[in-house]
């Protein structure tokens, strides 16, 4: 158990729909991450949230936003889903900001866009 | 850009026997190398890491050693067990003061009792 919790472990839903995903950092922890991980894509870094506040973006699309509440718990939201949006959705969090603290990982939310 | 390559994307070994991945990064900024073992449909989880002001790092079985010259660093694994079947992902970081990492496109390795 990494520590790291995210909700919900399965989702399915059709394309055009919104979805949202929650993740409860590691005690502790103040920043939150955000990864896709695809079959062809591997682990493709979303964003970053540190104490509240968005410290860096990878390739996310517009379509796709985050945030992280004053309870560190941070939300992923996804929005006029299509089908190649189907992939495991991985939070990790860390202590600080910092560029070289271990992440450790929840164990994922697998979304399946019918 | 931002790129790390990670070879072999596919690795079987019998048990006992060594086995070596390798990673190169593009970034000279960056300066922790994390790596990650992932099984099937489980969550990757840190195994071991270095940073740049050292060039190797044990832990049991497992040790990484890393080249700034060059750019490269890589996972060692001794008298592979059954149980180190899975998928290990290498990291860099980046030049920026973040958290991001690069990941590399993985390596699925089968350890043969």
């Known amino acids: 158990d990494s520590g790291v919790t995210q909700t919900p472990k399965h989702l399915i839903t059709a394309t055009g729909q919104r979805v949202t995903l929650r993740c409860s950092p590691r005690s502790g922890d103040l920043s939150v991450y955000w990864y896709q991980q695809s079959l062809d894509q591997g682990l493709q870094f979303l964003i970053q949230?540190?104490?509240?506040?968005?410290?860096a973006k990878g390739n996310i699309l517009e379509r796709f936003s985050a945030q992280q509440f004053p309870d560190l718990h941070s939300e992923l939201n996804l929005s006029s889903l299509e089908l190649g949006d189907s992939a495991l959705y991985f939070c990790?969090?860390?202590?600080?900001?910092?560029?070289?603290?271990?992440?450790?990982f929840g164990d994922g939310t697998r979304l399946s866009i019918l | 850009g931002e790129n790390v390559e990670q070879h072999p994307s596919t690795l079987s070994v019998q048990e006992g026997d060594s086995a070596v991945i390798k990673c190169t990064y593009s970034?000279?900024?960056?300066?922790?190398f994390p790596w990650y073992k992932q099984e099937l449909g489980k969550r990757p989880q840190l195994i071991i890491d270095?940073?740049?002001?050292?060039g190797e790092k044990k832990d049991q079985r497992i040790a990484v050693t890393l080249n700034k010259t060059a750019k490269h660093f890589s996972l060692h694994i001794t008298e592979t067990q059954p149980e180190d079947s899975a998928v290990y992902f290498c990291?860099?970081?980046?030049?920026?003061?973040?958290?991001?990492?690069?990941f590399g496109q993985g390596t699925t390795l089968q350890v043969k009792p």
């Open positions: 970034d000279s900024a960056s300066n922790y």
């Open positions: 990790a969090s860390s202590p600080g900001v910092g560029r070289d603290q271990p992440q450790h």
């Open positions: 270095i940073r740049s002001n050292v």
């Open positions: 990291a860099a970081n980046t030049n920026s003061n973040t958290g991001k990492l690069i």
């Open positions: 949230y540190y104490n509240g506040e968005e410290r």
